[in-house]
């Protein structure tokens, strides 16, 4: 069984930064892309940032230059930091591993993690 555990999350005032981690664990042959989705409420989950396993990464437009993702390969545990956070960053965000393999002769699923609250107020 895989696992998705993101932590990191908590409040922070505007302008503050945050750190979110998510580690994978279990049976796991090979991790591709990683990526961060968020949802806020009310609102549909959206996309925020994605690395793939040789590091090529990719970024909501709107988030450019305020966020960063990063992973380590070695640890199956991938990163967002957060700079300058607005209100607007407020929500839920989640870790995302599509076509995570378990085994050598698995085609791939997706997996999520159950998610981790950030809240961006004064």
């Known amino acids: 069984q895989v696992q998705l555990v993101e932590s990191g999350g908590g409040e922070v005032q505007p302008g503050g930064s945050l750190r979110l981690s998510c580690v994978a664990s279990?049976?796991?042959?090979?991790?591709?892309?990683m990526a961060w989705y968020r949802q806020a409420p009310g609102n549909q989950r959206e996309f925020v940032a994605s690395?793939?396993?040789?590091?090529?990464?990719n970024y909501a437009d709107s988030l450019k230059g305020r966020f960063t993702i990063s992973r380590n390969n070695a640890k199956n545990t991938m990163y967002l930091q957060m700079n300058s956070v607005k209100p607007e960053d407020t929500a839920v965000y989640y870790c995302?591993?599509?076509?995570?393999?378990?085994?050598?002769?698995?085609?791939?699923?997706?997996?999520w993690g159950q998610g981790t609250q950030v809240t961006v107020s004064s």
């Open positions: 995302n591993a599509p076509g995570l393999r378990r085994v050598i002769y698995d085609n791939g699923s997706d997996y």
């Open positions: 279990g049976r796991i042959y090979r991790i591709y892309t």
């Open positions: 690395i793939t396993s040789t590091g090529d990464t």
